[in-house]
């Protein structure tokens, strides 16, 4: 309904948008200059933010701009498992025959890292997201994916996404070992009110709209409400434009806004 009575092309806020599109925001900006600078050094990187500030998508625009012929991505989103489960995971992820062992995952992961490696002259990128939900056991273990040639080497590229409590987690005596290991680490952080104006204004023009369906007060009204989380954001939007069409407004306020809000 939103497409015909406000005139979008394309589904608004949608996010599977092109990462050349996203909306590059000083924060968005200063994260992906600190991904370009582990793509020259490799080892461990952390990212962190709240839920839904775009910690995910940061990472995606940066691996989809990277030479395929060059990096090999393996992602893994799923992280509340055991030990044994994740080195199982991340040997089926890079091509290993399956063990109940977990020396032998270990082995056929250091023996495909170095495949790809000096093989097929590719760098591993390892993207492990959610990894606040990571058990302290297992959390203890990551180092081990990064000694190579008696710690010598980084042949691989890690980026650890996860919530800001993952960053106080490390900070325990248990984890020194792999908070030693991190050579970068950026919390991102959720947009201010004039970025949540400008976001939803760059996603209404790529949906072939006039950003002037909102009013300030409606723009003002999205940030306060939203607290600038991009996630947050796209469904209060979403929200705001159906009522509109129910009320057959063309322009939506901020009690529209606050209307939705309650809905969510």
Known sequence: MIHTFYGFSQTPLAKDIPAQELLSTEAFAELSRRLDYMRTRLGLMLVLGEAGTGKTAAVRAFVEQLNASVYKLFYVPLSTVTPLDFWAQLNSEFGGQPSGRKSTLFRNLQTAVRDYVENAKKTPL??????????????????????FRMDSIDPMLMIMIGHPDLGRRLQRPMFRNIHQ?????YKLSPLDEA????????????AGAKPEIFTDSAYLALYKTSGGVCRLLNRLCLAALNRGVLQQ?????????YQASAEL
């Open 126 to 147: 390892l993207v492990l997201d959610e990894a606040q939900c990571l058990p302290d056991k297992t959390l203890d273990e990551i180092p081990m994916l990064l000694n």
């Open 195 to 206: 970025e949540t104006k400008d976001y939803v204004c760059h996603h209404l023009k790529l």
């Open 181 to 185: 290991r991190i050579l970068l680490s």
């Open 249 to 257: 407004k063309a322009t939506l306020d901020e009690e529209t806004i």
